[in-house]
């Protein structure tokens, strides 16, 4: 009777628990993560594992945790000291390279020496910048490069500012991350602006530059994306990057030419100009006074 029974019941009974393997699973994972670590504090000097001693299970995870501590630590100060050494060595190449050619560029010792100074205030200068614009830009095309190397080019010479720009571009480009997109596109907007300011007559010349030094960027990085196969809304959205940069320039510029003027001494043909307004009060006099000097002024 009690086989019976059993059998006619168990027709009628069914499952009302289901094995979720997926679920029991996870829950077992984060079961264990939950768990903390027992850690055991070992303090300077104390023996891990004693000569001669027979290793236990302690003894070896203490060990094993204190040799992945100190590989740790010692990837850390490689991964600070590999790079300080590495950008020493490039910036004692370029300036070892820029010793030695400015007596080509510029003969006279004065001139070197003042053009010297100015091109390294202008690229110490644009890599502070560059810095600060990382942290915003992360492709680099916002920088104001060109706008430094103009000022170098009206300050010093074309020579001068063709060095600074092969500068300013090489470093930007270590400083992103040895990106070729902003060696492409500085190098390009610096000997842009570089090139139409060779000769300086009035200071709407300084505004063609920084057309110019846009026109060049947005060129070349437009071919760099088309060459790459890349051409979309992300390219627009650098070339916009790179308008705004010339922007930049374009008020920048004028803004310090005048002071880095009277920092190094320098008299550029714009502050000539500026002299020859025949407002002037100097001139007004000289047309009263001596009227041979103000036109042989004039002349000169």
């Not at 990382?134 to 430094?148: E, L, M, R, Y």
Request: include cysteine; hydrophobic fraction near 50%.
């Amino acid at each position: 009777l009690e086989t019976a029974a059993y059998e006619m019941a168990q027709k009628g009974v069914t499952n009302t628990l289901a094995y979720d393997q997926v679920t029991t699973e996870g829950n077992r994972v984060l079961g264990r993560e939950s768990v903390p670590d027992v850690l055991r504090p070992i303090e300077a000097n104390q023996f891990i594992q004693l000569e001669g001693m027979p290793w236990t299970k302690q003894s070896r995870e203490d060990a094993n945790r204190y040799w992945t501590v100190l590989e740790d630590g010692q990837q850390s100060t490689r991964s600070i000291i590999r790079p300080i050494v590495a950008n020493v060595l490039f910036v004692s190449l370029l300036l070892l390279a820029l010793q030695r050619a400015m007596p080509v560029i510029v003969p006279d010792s004065a001139s070197a020496h003042r053009g010297l100074n100015v091109l390294l205030l202008m690229v110490c200068g644009t890599l502070v910048l560059g810095r600060v614009a990382s942290f915003f830009d992360g492709a680099g095309f916002t920088v104001p490069a060109a706008a430094s190397i103009m000022l170098v080019t009206i300050l010093t010479n074309v020579r001068v500012a063709a060095m600074a720009s092969l500068m300013t571009a090489i470093l930007l480009s270590i400083q992103y991350g040895m990106s070729w997109q902003v060696l492409i596109v500085t190098g390009a907007m610096c000997f842009g602006g570089m090139s139409s300011l060779y000769m300086v007559r009035k200071r709407r010349d300084m505004a063609n530059a920084a057309f110019a030094a846009t026109a060049a960027g947005a060129v070349t990085w437009l071919a760099a994306s088309s060459a790459k196969g890349s051409v979309g809304v992300e390219t627009l959205n650098e070339i916009m990057k790179i308008g705004l940069n010339g922007l930049v320039c374009l008020f920048v510029v004028p803004g310090l030419l005048s002071p880095l003027e009277r920092l190094f001494g320098i008299t550029t043909d714009i502050q000539l100009l500026e002299y020859s307004d025949l407002n002037n009060e100097l001139l007004s006099r000289l047309a009263i006074e001596v009227p041979a000097t103000y036109a042989h002024s004039l002349m000169l």
